[in-house]
């Protein structure tokens, strides 16, 4: 295995000590001089209704009230706060059906929450004391909460466009039979011994994300608008947030604040169109928008829900013949991300069994309930839920164990991957499945629960998954970088790559630092300012080491190119009889013949004459590496978990008492970077398939949008947790890396249910699996 | 909806129960005590508002926590669930009470919630409220016009309303010596480890040998206010406890309860496990002596 210096390295974090300390300056930290506030005046009486009457006057009149602002007083055109639609081309757009339906103010409420006016006032206080005297009146509409109902033929339609309300299916041009397909599946059943089916529920989950969407905006005296906010995505929210304003580029600034956790929540525009539209109505004042919890529950994008329906067919020697399946998501009330998970829970289905035949179908219902989006996993845990517990519920019937049956027939290198002509260049997923299996003592396990009786039982159960770093070739995969080495031969990296908490600033100072042959401590990476940095996609797919890492290695290797051959011209020797080691530039064989890399960038910058020569001393010019870099691959992870639970079966509780993942990451940059997201990915993934679910009444009024009604798991229900890292360098990835940023949640969710499974020999087929469903289902 | 700024009100910062009750005699429901806060702050981030705020956090006296063999344990009102957690005679004499502190949401939360708070709100999740009802309790009220005591049988009238008169500030509540032979324990079931009961059960059970003499049973999250289930007292007064006696109970308990459907379970999940609950928090207070057979 190669030595590296600073890869592979438990090194400081560079947001640690900043957090820690209570120095990172969020955008609810940052004051200005003559700042104002904005208030959202959002419908909470409705979840569907038609405004019918807006009374600002009342408003107007408050204490402390620069302005109010109904739907005609700010730009009435539409956009599409995902991001999506900028990954594909203008063709691809029109293909897929992307639209924009939203409006910084409504008179249609689709959903509650939806925003239907605005009050600016010189405090909060003000702001929200006015908000309360803004008077509406409405006509009551039907609420569609499901995808059975708002495609009812006399339902409401939410768009024109879109008939049935189905906001989007796989468009025939690029999916045949609008399914994403391979062989020809009614075949393959009728070859079939065994078939298991059933139909899913998979929950509305919410990030909960720490931060709440806090912004700023201010269009300033040089009439351009500054935007600060903690997206995820800075230099598409640029993008988007110039077309919405009709601004050129060049004045529209992003101002990447501290991101307290995205999660997907900030992956696209959140209110950067509502604060921004606020801040054009008072030219040269800041506007601060705050969002409460709730606000932000039912204003930012969470999974998406849905019945989700599969068959599998099996030979009676274990062969997979064929899989069917149709994931029905309840969309929510705007277009947003409608194509992307709908696709992708789908690729994830195809990328992991070797099926002769598979079909799938994706389809988004518009619904009245809060718009769904990005949330780590885009699809995964959602497809790992069903697709787990029907392969577990197949070896049952087969009488296979489900770890040699996963070994035996999941895709592996030279299968297509989840995008179909794109096979995979790596997997170590057997590997994984093998250190789990012997960590957590399998064999023994599920031979001892086989026969149990009394109130407690235990079970043990398994998944696996695949997940893909970066969203090539489906979506545009691009970031720039560009490094500036200093006289002092330290660097700057200059990125638009975010750190969401994720560790990807650490990481890819990592990369930079043995890329250069700097130390780490010599390198600073300036983010967050959209004016200086090149193009990035931003924080989505888990891409941000691979991609961003590519364009930082390659930038850097640029710089360090441009190093060796100022070595070379001042040493008179070849590149190639180069060597660097502890930043000096040596010729190989000789010990007495070298330049130190300080010089080399000191004399770029002085370059000073020789007072006796009258020459220059050494090459002139700064060094600067760059890379616009489009990554070649997408280097799928693979991972297992192990999970082992224990069912109270006089309550239902279940208490999950060990989890141990296995993870194929190529190679751990930092490792304590990776077992914190394979631990984190696990909270979230044991929470959606146990606690975790936003829900409404029948009138489409959220019901327990904040942390009282809303349960995740604290640190204190987290099960001892055990990470394998299983390092099998992927031929494409900065140092062999893989992703792991999204990974972590998947496989927790069906190792879970499948130790239910295996404790009770019942599956339960919503989740999340609550002790209320867990009982309803074994009392008989 | 919460709000991110709160309402207006007057701050009052007394110096003695004096002071306290004569301005609670001057604003009467225009007032509210501020104790810990714990439930009073979250109230007021939502749409209550109140003139008033009279915080306790200058008045003296107010924290004793004292037990003494003969008159029993007094709580007084700034007494917080984390001392109620590391007073041994309360772990000693009323398990029932230090095992609801135990659980009690979190280490922050109990540095600042009170008890007396907790029975103030008198909501049916209360679960220091629960244990104290189990163990029989009284609270002490202070008003201008003096001092009277209500049992807390008859102190919460429904969902968040209690006998307290509005001029009235409640400086302790008094819970019985144990008398010898008295077991008692708590138990909740949460959605996760820190949240709110969703249904709870507290037991104090006069036990000679294996005989229970005399017992309090008491659930909550089973109604408006937290109760107590005076057939299932029935059932263990004077009974041996047997497995058979406990398999009786868990079969009675459904219907003595009134659950419904809200954020943290349902009316059928309860009534399902109610029984269940209660056998379990009788075999632990029970359980160091092994007398269930
Ligand atoms: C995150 C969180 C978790 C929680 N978890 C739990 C839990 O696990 N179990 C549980 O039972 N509760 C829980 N609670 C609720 C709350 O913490 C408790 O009810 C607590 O005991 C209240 O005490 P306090 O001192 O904070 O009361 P305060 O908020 O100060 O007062 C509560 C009410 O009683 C009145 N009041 C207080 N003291 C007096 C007095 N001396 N005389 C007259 N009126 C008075 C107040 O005016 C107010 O109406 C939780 C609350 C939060 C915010």
């Known amino acids: 295995m190669t030595e590296y210096a600073v890869i592979g390295k438990k090194v400081e974090r560079v947001d640690a000590r900043i957090k820690v300390m209570g120095g990172a300056l969020y955008a609810a930290d940052i004051q200005m001089a003559g700042m104002l506030y904005g208030k959202i005046v959002r419908c909470y009486d409705y979840a569907h209704a038609r405004v019918t009457g807006l009374d600002l006057s009342e408003a107007a009149k408050c204490p402390g009230v620069v302005t109010v602002l109904g739907p005609e007083d700010v730009t009435t055109k539409a956009y599409n706060a995902s991001v999506l639609d900028m990954m594909v081309s203008t063709d691809m757009r029109t293909v897929l059906g992307d639209i924009d339906d939203q409006n910084i103010f409504t008179d249609h409420v689709k959903h509650y929450g939806d925003a239907i006016a605005a009050i600016i006032a010189i405090s909060e206080e003000a702001a929200e004391r006015a908000a309360e005297k803004v008077k509406a009146t409405y006509e009551e509409l039907p609420v569609y909460l499901t995808a059975e109902a708002s495609k009812q033929p006399d339902a409401i339609q939410f768009r024109p466009e879109k008939p049935g309300n189905l906001a989007f299916q796989l468009p025939e041009m690029a999916f045949p039979n609008n399914s994403y397909a391979w062989g020809d599946v009614d075949k393959s059943f009728a070859d079939a011994d065994i078939i298991v089916e059933d139909t899913f529920y998979v929950p509305k989950q919410k990030q909960c994300q720490m931060e709440p969407g806090n912004y700023i905006a201010l269009y300033d005296d040089q009439q351009r608008l500054n935007c600060w906010t903690s997206t995820q995505m800075p230099k598409l929210v640029q993008k988007k947030l110039a077309n919405l304003f009709e601004l050129p580029m060049t004045r529209v600034k992003i101002n990447q604040t501290v991101i307290g956790g995205g999660f997907g929540a900030r992956l696209g525009m959140v209110l950067e169109p509502e604060t921004c539209a606020l801040a054009m109505a008072v030219p040269g004042r800041p506007v601060k928008i705050l969002s409460t919890r709730e606000e932000d529950w039912v204003t930012s994008p969470s999974r998406h829900p849905g019945k989700y329906w599969m068959r599998m067919g099996f030979k009676k020697d274990g062969t997979p013949v064929a899989c069917d399946a149709k994931f029905e998501n309840y969309k929510g009330a705007y277009y947003v991300d409608a194509s992307g998970t709908a696709f992708t829970t789908g690729a994830w289905l195809g990328g992991m069994y070797k099926f002769d035949s598979l079909r799938y179908h994706g389809e988004s219902y518009y619904t009245n309930q809060s718009i769904c989006g990005a949330f780590r996993g885009y699809g995964n845990p959602q497809t790992n839920f069903v697709m787990e517990q029907l392969v577990d519920r197949g070896c049952v019937e087969l009488g296979v164990d489900p770890i040699e049956w996963r070994k035996k027939w999941h895709k592996t290198i030279g299968d297509d991957g989840w995008c179909m002509g794109v096979p995979y260049n790596s997997c170590a997923l057997d590997e994984c499945l093998d250190r789990a299996a012997a960590a957590i003592g399998w064999a023994e396990k599920r031979e001892k629960y086989k026969h149990q009786s009394g109130n407690i039982r235990r079970g043990i159960g398994v998944a696996v998954m695949n997940h893909t770093s970066g969203a090539m070739p489906m979506l545009l995969e691009h970031t720039v970088c560009d490094v500036i080495l200093h006289q002092d031969a330290t660097a700057t990296l200059n990125l638009a790559c975010s750190d969401m908490g994720q560790g990807s600033h650490t990481t890819l100072r990592q990369v930079a630092a043995e890329t250069l042959g700097f130390n780490y401590e010599d390198i600073y990476i300036a983010t967050g300012n959209s004016d200086a940095a090149g193009f990035d996609i931003g924080a989505h797919a888990s891409r941000t080491l691979y991609v961003g890492g590519g364009a930082v290695k390659q930038a850097c290797e640029d710089a360090r190119r441009q190093l060796f051959d100022r070595a070379a011209l001042e040493l008179e020797e070849e590149v190639g009889n180069l060597y660097m080691e502890d930043k000096i530039i040596h010729v190989k064989g000789t010990s007495n013949k070298s330049i130190s890399v300080q010089t080399l960038t000191d004399q770029g910058i002085n370059n000073f004459m020789n007072p006796e020569t009258g020459e220059l001393i050494g090459q002139p010019g700064q060094i600067k590496g760059y890379a616009s870099f489009f990554p070649p691959h997408n280097a799928p992870p693979f991972g297992a978990t192990i999970a082992e639970v224990e069912v109270d079966m006089e309550t239902g509780e279940v208490r999950v008492l060990q989890l141990v993942n296995a993870h194929d990451v190529g190679k751990a940059i930092h490792p304590g970077v990776v077992e914190g997201q394979l631990d984190g990915g696990a909270q979230q993934g044991l929470g959606m398939v146990l606690t975790e679910e936003t829900y409404y009444d029948d009138k489409g009024i959220c019901l327990n949008n904040s942390f009282t009604d809303y349960k995740m798991l604290g640190p204190s229900d987290m099960p001892k947790m055990t990470n394998i890292l299983v390092e099998d360098a992927d031929p494409t990835g900065p140092f062999g890396a893989k992703s792991v940023g999204e990974a972590g949640i998947v496989p927790p969710v069906g190792a879970t249910a499948n130790a239910i499974f295996n404790a009770i020999g019942i599956q339960i087929l919503e989740a999340p699996i609550t002790p209320e469903k867990v009982l309803k289902a074994i009392i008989i | ?293």
């Open chain 2, 1 to 293: 909806m919460t709000s991110r700024v709160m309402r207006d009100f007057d701050l009052l910062l007394p110096e003695s129960v004096t002071e306290v009750v004569t301005l609670l005699a001057r604003h009467k429901d225009k007032s509210a005590i501020l104790a810990g806060g714990t439930d009073l702050l979250v109230a007021l981030k939502f749409d209550y508002a109140i003139d008033n705020v009279i915080s306790l956090a200058l008045v003296p006296g107010l924290g004793t926590l004292r037990f003494d063999p003969q008159d029993g344990l007094v709580i007084g009102a700034k007494v917080t669930v984390a001392e109620i957690l590391k007073s041994a005679e309360v772990k000693a004499n009323y398990p029932a009470l230090w095992q609801a502190a135990q659980v009690f949401a979190t280490p922050q939360l109990r540095n600042t919630a009170t008890v007396l708070g907790n029975i103030m709100r008198a909501s049916p999740a209360g679960d220091c409220s629960l244990a104290i009802l189990a163990l029989g309790g009284t609270v002490l009220l202070q008003s201008t016009a003096g001092q009277r005591e209500v049992d807390l049988d008859n102190f919460w009238l429904s969902y968040a309303v209690t006998a307290r008169q509005d001029d009235e500030l409640a400086i302790a509540v008094k819970i019985p010596a144990p008398p010898s032979g008295q077991k008692s324990a708590f138990r909740r079931m949460t959605r996760t480890t820190e949240d709110l009961s969703k249904l709870g059960a507290a037991v104090s059970l006069h036990m000679a040998g294996n005989v229970c003499q005399q017992a309090r049973v008491a659930m909550g999250c089973v109604g408006p206010t937290l109760v107590r289930l005076p057939a299932i007292e029935k059932i263990l007064a004077g009974a041996k406890v047997t497995t058979e006696l406990l398999q009786d109970i868990v079969g009675s308990v459904a219907a003595e309860i009134n659950p419904i459907d809200d954020q943290r379970s349902s009316a059928d999940y309860r009534l399902k496990v109610a029984g269940v609950l209660v056998r379990r928090v009788i075999e632990q207070a029970l359980d160091n002596e092994g007398n269930v057979q």
